[in-house]
């Protein structure tokens, strides 16, 4: 079994930046694949960023891409999500997933373990 908490979310005015966190315990992630994805009301969840097992890798939404930051730390089995320049349609609630594999998927059936969410709210 993995837990993963998602920490970090908040109020930040428009143009703002929060950087979230995904703590894992039950096993090590070193091998597998990381995700942020996020969920705003009244519409299905969607894709953020993805990053490899080694961090080689990243891929990102382009509704995100260039504003979003992905990494991790193995060694404190945590993954990380930058956010800066902000904007009020990046309100959701945003979720990490542990992948399958070692190499990250824009899908969510590619990930097999998820943590709770933490809101992110971006006031205009």
């Known amino acids: 079994q993995v837990q993963l908490v998602e920490s970090g979310g908040g109020l930040v005015q428009a143009g703002g930046s929060l950087r979230l966190s995904c703590a894992a315990s039950?096993?090590?992630?070193?091998?597998?694949?990381m995700g942020w994805f996020r969920q705003a009301p009244g519409k299905e969840r969607e894709f953020v960023a993805a990053?490899?097992?080694?961090?080689?890798?990243?891929y990102y939404a382009d509704a995100v891409k260039g504003r979003f930051t992905i990494s991790r730390d193995n060694a404190k089995n945590t993954v990380y999500l930058q956010m800066n320049s902000l904007n009020p349609e990046d309100t959701a609630v945003y979720y990490c997933?542990?992948?399958?594999?070692?190499?990250?998927?824009?899908?969510?059936?590619?990930?097999?373990?998820w943590g709770q969410g933490t809101q992110v709210t971006v006031s205009s």
């Open positions: 997933a542990k992948a399958r594999r070692g190499l990250g998927s824009l899908r969510d059936s590619a990930y097999d373990y």
């Open positions: 039950g096993r090590t992630l070193s091998t597998y694949a």
């Open positions: 990053i490899s097992w080694s961090g080689g890798s990243t």
